[in-house]
């Protein structure tokens, strides 16, 4: 693992800049722009979804990338880098880092984790691959079958996690006490003073996503506030 990428994000904001085929601002084009001015505005990083946006956002942005693809399977609950061929289409363009969820759920075609990621692992042994969970339970398990980077971005997002508060802080303290893997929080950070606190509980880094890039969420957040 090449260690000058988590130290060139280490204490620092990863902006997530993703919009789905049903989102307003869906382009790679729109995508590339959002990094530009997160990368203006001081960010450490990107998270970004799809080759095609991850190309588009290269042309201009030079930070280490997050990459994800979200693909939906009929078997399956799991949709962030769900199997091998999003892993191999990723590697393609090569993100810094490699984001999948490594929840407990089964892998289309009723695979585990476990034996999914060994797989992944066994093929790509240099690739810095990061932990997507919800439970500490998971964050523990990913960090055991290899993963180098521990997230907390599917708390509230698996169905025995629904509920639990965003930012999850306890589970990020949780996270970085264990000692086992580097820790990047990500999911419910809504404002510059949640970031700040959590910047100083540890971790590696912090990702913020939707109050940042999602100007839909945004503007329903305030008309909320107001009705």
């Not at 990500?186 to 606190?197: D, F, N, R, S, V």
């Amino acid at each position: 693992m090449d260690e000058r990428i988590l130290d060139s994000i280490r204490g620092g904001l990863i902006v997530s800049c993703q919009a789905l085929e049903n989102e307003p601002l869906h382009s790679s084009y729109i995508m590339q722009r959002m990094a530009v001015a997160a990368m203006y505005g001081g960010a450490v990083g990107i998270r970004a979804n799809s080759v095609s946006d991850i190309l588009e956002i290269r042309k201009e942005v030079k930070l280490p990338v997050i990459g994800i693809i979200k693909r939906v399977y009929d078997d399956s609950d799991v949709y962030i880098t769900p199997s091998m061929k999003e892993v191999d289409e990723l590697m393609t363009v090569r993100p810094e880092i490699i984001a999948l969820d490594a929840t407990k759920r089964m892998r289309p075609g009723k695979r585990s984790l476990e034996d999914f990621f060994a797989e992944v692992r066994a093929k790509y042994p240099e690739q810095i691959f990061m932990a997507d969970c919800s439970t500490l339970e998971e964050g523990l398990n990913a960090a055991k079958i290899g993963f180098d980077i521990l997230g907390t971005t599917l708390s509230g997002y698996t169905s025995y996690s629904k509920g639990s508060e965003l930012p999850n802080m306890e589970l990020i303290q949780q996270l970085v006490e264990s000692g086992e893997k580097p820790v990047i929080a990500e999911g419910g950070i809504w404002t510059p003073e949640q970031l700040k606190h959590i910047l100083g509980t540890g971790v590696l880094a912090a990702v913020v996503g939707t109050a940042i890039t999602r100007p839909m969420e945004i503007t329903k957040r305030f008309v909320n506030a107001i009705e």
